[in-house]
T-cell receptor
């Protein structure tokens, strides 16, 4: 399978618990992105990696959120002390580096749907 | 304030007709504008990209126009089919951050047989 994969697909947790999501990008893609999407809205940018370096973070990303990409391959997104407002679909995307507009096309995974009770 | 607006939350048209979706933006200077398709419970899928110096781009039954003066893009699906039913997202790739894409809230398109 050459697509972006995310695990788990669904997560139900109680308020105050910590959760961690994993994203495996397309293997030759250097760039990896995390987005959050709530019902009826478009995806909202959270953070971006080029290889293992986290180059940009949204101001909306509170200090309860942390993302890593330790070896420049897969990435994890952790949410500590979850709140009901964290309930959303968390999307991962990847893109290649290089020349041309193909580098600006992002390939999305299926998402992880988080429900905080 | 900066915003991206897509013309309506939902559009319902008859099979075979042309669907036209609108994307308007304010206070952005995008390098590119993109359109994505999203089906329920799935991630967005890239459809087309158009640069600021391009007026029109086509791909099979899809056509996108980009007017940087009006700050507007139109997305057309000709000879629409029920399988085209989905949410369509407009997205801007900004000069200020080559990595970040800003999405609109989407238009839900339904094609009735």
């Amino acid at each position: 399978d050459t697509g972006v994969s995310q695990d788990p697909r669904h997560k139900i947790t109680k308020r105050g618990q910590n959760v961690t999501f994993r994203c495996d990008p397309i293997s030759e893609h250097n760039r990896l992105y995390w987005y959050r999407q709530t019902l009826g809205q478009g995806p909202e940018f959270l953070t971006y990696f080029q290889n293992e370096a986290q180059l940009e973070k949204s101001r909306l990303l509170s200090d309860r959120f942390s993302a890593e990409r330790p070896k420049g391959s897969f990435s994890t997104l952790e949410i500590q002390r979850t709140e009901q407002g964290d309930s959303a679909m968390y999307l991962c995307a990847s893109s290649p580096t290089g020349q041309g507009t193909s580098t600006d096309t992002q390939y999305f995974g299926p998402g992880t749907r988080l429900t905080v009770l | 304030s900066q915003k991206i607006e897509q013309n309506s939350e939902a559009l319902n048209i008859q099979e075979g007709k042309t669907a036209t979706l609108t994307c308007n933006y304010t206070n952005y200077s995008p390098a590119y504008l993109q359109w994505y398709r999203q089906d329920p419970g799935r991630g967005p899928v890239f459809l087309l990209l158009i640069r600021e110096n391009e007026k029109e781009k086509r791909k099979e039954r899809l056509k996108v126009t980009f007017d940087t003066t009006l700050k507007q893009s139109l997305f057309h699906i000709t000879a629409s089919q029920p399988a085209d039913s989905a949410t369509y997202l407009c997205a801007l790739l900004l000069y200020s951050s080559a990595s970040k894409i800003i999405f609109g809230s989407g238009t839900r398109l339904s094609i009735r047989p």
